[in-house]
């Protein structure tokens, strides 16, 4: 299967920290990739994982990876307003198809409030 | 670099028009890829192409056709269109020499049927 599951809403205050989670599929994939998408535009890449790494950090984004249970997750230190965004997790379907098709999460919804 | 671009932003089509979706890259990648977002419900891959001259389906692509004759083109034709087919359309490219299969979207094109 190629589900990546993710919850859809979060609201946090600005200053806090906000962490976001998502369950993959393929055990075979090499990366696993946060994206960020503002309104009216297309996502971005925020940042990765390789797959034989348990966490990354990268300034204010620590990410954190449980391959036993298949989990990802994203921590947002010193939430902004500019943080405010969908967050799409992804996985690259490295079993069936390679490294170049990837499969996203439906997205969780980040609201900062002032 | 412009990066992706696509065009047009807006469009809104009665049922049974066709229209061509256009997309093009001008960082000489050789993967690219059309994707549709519906609301909550992620990302889909409609096609995808690894380089000129070669495309494949994705997960959704009834209703859709491709082409590849050039590195930076990759336009997606729509030849009757359906209300289903309302939706966010995004083009992607990447390239599988960094190893990282990082995805790089273009603003997207809003495609309303009616």
């Known amino acids: 299967g190629e589900d990546v599951e993710q919850s859809l809403f979060l609201s946090v205050r600005e200053g806090d920290s906000s962490v976001i989670n998502c369950t993959y599929t393929d055990s075979s994939s090499t990366y696993l990739y946060w994206y960020k998408q503002e309104p009216g535009a297309g996502l971005q890449l925020l940042t990765y994982?390789?797959?034989?790494?348990d966490m990354k950090q990268d300034q204010r984004l620590t990410v954190l990876l449980n391959k036993k249970d298949k989990h990802l997750s994203l921590r947002i230190a010193d939430t902004q307003t500019g943080d405010s965004a969908i967050y799409f997790c992804a996985e690259n379907l490295a079993l069936f198809y390679g490294n170049n098709r990837l499969a996203f999460g439906k997205g969780n919804q980040v609201v900062v409030i002032p | 670099n412009a990066g992706v671009t696509q065009t047009p932003k807006f469009r809104i089509l009665k049922i049974g028009q066709s229209m061509t979706l256009q997309c093009t890259q001008d960082m000489n990648h050789n993967y690219m890829y059309w994707y549709r977002q519906d609301p909550g419900m992620g990302l889909k891959l409609i096609y995808y192409?690894?380089?000129?001259?070669?495309?494949d389906k994705g997960e959704v692509p009834n209703g859709y056709n491709v082409s590849r004759s050039t590195t930076e083109d990759f336009p997606l034709r729509l030849e009757l269109a359906a209300p289903s087919q309302t939706s966010v359309y995004f083009c992607?490219?990447?390239?599988?020499?960094?190893?990282?299969?990082?995805?790089?979207f273009g603003p997207g094109t809003r495609l309303t049927v009616t």
């Open positions: 192409s690894v380089g000129a001259g070669i495309t």
């Open positions: 994982i390789f797959s034989n790494m």
């Open positions: 992607a490219s990447s390239y599988s020499e960094t190893g990282i299969y990082e995805q790089y």
